[in-house]
């Protein structure tokens, strides 16, 4: 479902009187915002940031889970890193068209390299961004984040997230049933996304934003650094 932000003017008169007039039948006081239209403006505001920490935990029914985290400024540039109960771990920095990148010696095995005599290392890969990989190739991240609206928009409970006053805004879609979203956004100051909670029967999982806009310091690897084949 396309969301569109915005109501229609009611009248040329009115809009141009209504700054300094009282009146125009009942069109002084400004409207509440519906759920879609909260959650629409919350997107262009974080599609608008320069910078944000996104970090992730998904748990199964079974107890399994995983985490990530990102650092990024939503275009090019980013550090990444995600983990598993599994015990793999990888780690990201991308700066431009240049990947650093550094699997654990588990991720390397599950991932069905040939691991025979290698360990854990401490070195760096670097290769190049192969422009027509898609995203989530290979584990690795493009840095971006869809801060999309869809589904069924309603308006939850209010509430506080790490301090800072949000309103829920729960979200369903037909092509999924059996789960629902809910968005956290803050009620004052810029209207940012604070977390999303998804919850199915099988698994939860729920994302957190902060850092906005702060400086994104990401920077090469200071370990050893080794060139990779592209």
Known sequence: MRIFFGTAASGAACIALAVTLSGCSGNTEPQEQSAGQMLAEANKTMKSLQAVTITGRMTMEDGRWSTTRLRTDLKGTCSFTT?????????????????????????????????????????????TVDPAASAGENGLTDCTHPFASFGKVVKGETGKTRGVSTIGLIVTDRTDKSGAYTFHIATEGKPYIYEVVYKSPDFRNVTSFSDFNTPLNVKPPKAHVVKLPD
């Open 83 to 127: 983990a598993a109960s599994t015990g793999e771990r990888l780690d990201q920095i991308r700066i431009g068209d240049t990947d650093f990148i550094r699997p654990n010696l588990k991720h390397m095995q599950l991932s069905g390299m040939d691991t025979k005599g290698r360990k854990d290392q401490k070195s760096w890969g670097r290769t």
